[in-house]
């Protein structure tokens, strides 16, 4: 059973910073899409950015031109590095590796990394 790690998160003031991090116990293969997600209290989960095996990214428009995602690929790991966080971004982080084989999607979830800013 394959599970991911997630790291780096904590408590930081408003404009701070912080970089999350998610690897995989073991290699996994047919990896099309890693990315993050947060679920803040009383809220559903939300997507919030995602690269793709070839290196295209998407992400919210919260978050734009603050948060970035980048992989290791050899590590099959995903960073997201977070600039200027604001009091809204408080949520628990998880990290998403979707496996597509024959034209089927594997989701794989990381167990959630709390991100508290304060204002």
């Known amino acids: 059973q394959v599970q991911l790690v997630e790291s780096g998160g904590g408590l930081v003031q408003t404009g701070g910073s912080l970089r999350l991090s998610c690897a995989a116990s073991r290699n996994i293969f047919s990896i099309s899409t890693m990315g993050w997600y947060r679920q803040a209290p009383g809220k559903q989960r939300a997507f919030v950015e995602a690269?793709?095996?070839?290196?295209?990214?998407d992400y919210a428009d919260s978050v734009k031109g603050r948060f970035t995602i980048s992989k290791d690929n050899v590590q099959n790991t995903v960073y997201l590095q977070m600039n200027s966080l604001l009091p809204e971004d408080t949520a628990v982080y998880y990290c998403?590796?979707?496996?597509?084989?024959?034209?089927?999607?594997?989701?794989?979830w990381g167990q959630g990394t709390q991100v508290t800013v304060s204002s």
């Open positions: 998403n590796f979707r496996r597509s084989v024959l034209r089927v999607d594997y989701d794989y």
């Open positions: 690269i793709t095996s070839g290196g295209s990214t």
